[in-house]
């Protein structure tokens, strides 16, 4: 999907060229028909209105009260400091207010942030089945190879429940090692995860899209196809940023010999890709 001032044009050139009613340009670029009238009107969209924030008249002859409650606290210990809840209690108990408890909530964490508090996120904690998710990524390491300290990449397939490990050292960091890797790691843990998490690795991912929307690469999907496996992405940036994978237990060929104690992944017919 191009720009609104893109669209815009397939729609007046639509018309122009085909005739089509205001109803048919609607359905056929999936916008409503007040959006077709305003392309047909001008070429140039017309510009978004600026949100302006309503009043809260229930809340607002307390906001003084709030910012007072808020101005003390710091100087007050930390654990007899106001949460939003104690403030709508005191609210209701002592000045009679008839206002919502989220009003109240909206308003004091936007407060804090103004005057400078640390505002934490929330955090919900990740629990994983077991034989359902699996993470894949590459990393580096230096061995002795012959004498000489050479770099090897490491693949590496770890199980999300139990925190399992299947890791493998390649010279290179190709796409066929990728796909080649991966079907050992099914071979060592005795069946295929129903879904893996990736970094936004290029083996895999050909153009990074907004959001966790991917363009994967044919050989990728193939793959992916055989096996029948869901595959999620990271959000590029800090916001993707997870919990490095841990490299342990590493002997022979580098992989990790401690039993998948998650259970085994669904099975899946063992021919060899040609990939």
């Given amino acids: 999907m191009g720009s609104r001032v893109e669209q815009f044009e397939q729609i007046r050139r639509d018309r122009d060229r085909e005739g089509l009613s205001i109803r048919a340009l609607a359905d ?3 916008v409503h028909r007040r959006a077709v009238r305003q392309a047909l009107e001008s070429p140039v969209p017309p510009l978004k209105r600026v949100a302006v924030s309503r009043p809260a008249p229930k809340l607002g002859p307390y906001r003084a009260v709030i910012d007072a ?9 930390r654990k007899q400091r106001h949460t939003a809840k104690r403030i709508h209690q005191r609210l209701v108990d002592e000045h009679g207010a008839d206002v919502a408890e989220v009003t109240v909530r909206q308003y004091v964490r936007a407060r804090k942030r103004q005057l400078g508090w640390p505002v934490g996120d929330v955090f919900v904690p990740q629990v994983h089945a077991p034989g359902v998710e699996a993470e894949v990524d590459w990393g580096e390491a230096i061995v002795d ?4 300290a050479t770099k090897v990449h ?7 429940c139990s925190g399992a490990v ?9 796409q066929q090692a990728f796909l080649e890797l991966h079907v050992q790691a099914f071979e060592w843990f005795g069946g295929v995860f129903c879904e893996i998490r990736f970094d ?7 153009k990074v899209l907004k959001g966790r929307r991917r363009v994967e690469s044919d050989r990728f999907v193939a793959l992916r196809s055989h096996y029948l496996f869901a ?3 990271t959000t590029p940036g800090i916001e993707g940023a997870h919990e490095p994978l841990e490299f342990r237990h590493f002997h022979g060929r580098g992989a990790s010999r401690s039993r998948c104690g998650d259970g085994r992944g ?5 021919t060899a890709l040609s990939v």
Avoid at 145 to 148: E, N, R, T
Avoid at 154 to 160: G, I, K, N, Q
Avoid at 166 to 174: D, G, K
Avoid at 266 to 270: A, L, N, W
């Fill in 69 to 77: 409650w808020l101005l003390a606290d710091r100087q007050a210990p």
């Fill in 154 to 160: 490491l693949f590496v397939m770890r199980a999300s």
């Fill in 145 to 148: 190879f012959a004498g000489v």
């Fill in 28 to 30: 056929r670029h999936g």
């Fill in 266 to 270: 669904r099975r899946r017919r063992r």
């Fill in 200 to 206: 936004n690795l290029t083996s895999a991912v050909k």
């Fill in 231 to 233: 595959s999620q992405f």
């Fill in 166 to 174: 299947f890791c493998q050292a390649s010279l290179v960091e190709t």
